[in-house]
């Protein structure tokens, strides 16, 4: 039987006169990955903010890890963890600084290299934030989440602008996350990414949830329905080229 960590139920978000958010309810389970899709302005990030204390909500309930949200906010924030923007990082600080300020900021004693180790990121331990690659900053950015030893992070698109091999490597840093037990919400535009990556999503048009499932059963249901893609004549695409010629391996970036 799988553990519900967070519940949201019939939650509504009004901007002004506009509902961006109307009466959404689903359940995350402990240990998954669940990815969160639709159309830009669907209302993902206002979701996910209103889960992580972010931003307040029009009306419904979020409880997360069986805290409710409305009682209890700062209960949810010691146990998430979420990327910052990167106007967050101090540029005058390198990585192990920066890690250094935030375990001091969350009260913990952690080893600035081995989570620098965990990320791949030990040869740039003593470079700034923005020296760092697309593929390197996202790296570090899911570190900073994991500072606080968290139950659960928010992953907001974490890998638009990668290379493909960049985002090979992200999809193995967030399972490995997972395996570990953290459960993981993220919120992606690349569907080969939500199809091998998640373990359950939701579908999100605007402010509504329009499905929810394993990716595995969306597929099958849309294809009961007498759904049938182009025949795909090639045995290979333009991104097993891109990997083939290139290598699977993670670049000095
Ligand atoms: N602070 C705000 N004030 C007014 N309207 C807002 C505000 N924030 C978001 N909106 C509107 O609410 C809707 C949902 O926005 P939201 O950012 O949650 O969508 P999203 O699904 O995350 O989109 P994207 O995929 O583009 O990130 C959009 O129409 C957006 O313009």
Redesign the pocket.
């Known amino acids: 039987m799988q553990q519900v960590i967070i519940s949201v139920k019939e939650l509504t978000k009004q901007?002004?006169s506009?509902e961006?958010?109307k009466g959404i309810s689903f359940d995350v389970y402990e240990g998954e990955i669940f990815g969160l899709l639709?159309?830009?302005?669907?209302?993902?990030?206002?979701?996910l903010?209103i889960i992580e204390t972010l931003r307040t909500k029009t009306s419904g309930t979020v409880t997360v890890n069986g805290f409710n949200l409305d009682h209890a906010p700062n209960d949810i924030k010691k146990i998430i963890g979420v990327q910052l923007q990167t106007s967050g990082y101090y540029p005058g600080l390198n990585l192990v600084e920066l890690i250094q300020l935030f375990a001091g900021l969350y009260n913990r004693n952690i080893d600035p290299m081995e989570l620098l180790g965990r990320v791949n990121l030990r040869d740039k331990a003593k470079n700034k934030f923005k020296e760092l690659s697309g593929g390197q900053k996202q790296r570090f950015s899911i570190a900073t989440t994991l500072i606080n030893e968290p139950k659960i992070i928010f992953l907001?698109?974490p890998t638009t602008g990668l290379d493909p091999q960049a985002r090979r490597n992200l999809w193995d840093l967030i399972r490995e996350i997972r395996d570990k037990g953290t459960t993981i919400i993220i919120?992606t535009?690349y569907m080969d990414e939500a199809e091998k990556l998640c373990d359950r999503v939701a579908i999100?048009d605007s402010?509504r949830i329009i499905a929810l499932n394993t990716p595995d059963q969306l597929i099958d249901d849309l294809v009961a329905t007498g759904f049938e893609r182009p025949k795909e004549v090639k045995m290979a695409n333009l991104e097993d080229v891109f990997i083939h010629m290139t290598g699977k391996e993670l670049r000095g970036e």
């Open positions: 901007y002004g506009f961006a958010v639709g159309p830009n302005g669907a209302g993902k990030s206002t979701t903010e907001d698109e919120t535009h999100v402010g």
